[in-house]
């Protein structure tokens, strides 16, 4: 099944790892002719370099096809599942290639000595059965030159770690005492917001008592003014029975 048809992206991922996989199986190969201790370990870098892009592709596939599990069959799926276990093992044969090809090349680096291509010959090595007192003098203190160099190198770069720990505490300090600011802020405004809501409430309620005393008020002014209203209409209005003398002849027209 061509992949493009599934996926375009796991097409374009599985063209990359097959290109990574025939270039590991050439570089094998041409690493099989190199006799040289030095080409053969930077050959074997590149190699490692290789393997590492690969195992990177290859988990890109497996996340791709994850992806594209719930949108495929189970056929599908299988085959894709196979297509990674595939490459996964191919990877691992190379893997265990470079382990041995790495040990080959140490016990060359051992045993076999300084190579004679890249234009080294034999007559340029020194063997120290034929170097005076004075050449294996020479060559000590270029040694420890060289180790007191590479210590220097060593503390100089310890150094650079501590200056940028140092910087780094620096800063993780001026963002903790940001954070603490920034939590005090947010208590001082939850506090506002407390005292908000209860002067809310306080508000409300006199509001509230304010509504009432004003409707015992309207009622209030309502009760005189309709006592004015009636006045004004009927000012003579008076109960009967409080006039004297007219109180028996009204009571007897009223009994008739």
Known sequence: MDLASVNEELA??????GDILRALQNGFQKLEKIKDANRRSRQLEELTDKMRDCKRLIKDFERVSKDEAGHTDPTTAKMLHDRKQSMI???NSYVALKKQQASENKRIDLFDGPSVEDGFGEENVLLASNMTNQQLMDQGNQLMDETD???ARSKQTVQETMNVGTETAAALK???EQMSRVVNELDSIHFSIKKASQLVKEIGRQVATDRCIM???FLIVAGVIAVIIVKIVNPHNKDIRDIPG???PVSRRLLR
Request: proline share 5%.
């Open 12 to 17: 374009e991922i599985d063209g990359q790892i």
């Open 89 to 91: 093992k191919e990877l």
């Open 149 to 151: 160099q590479a210590i």
């Open 174 to 176: 001026a963002q903790t």
């Open 215 to 217: 409707a015992m008020l």
């Open 246 to 248: 007219l109180a028996p």
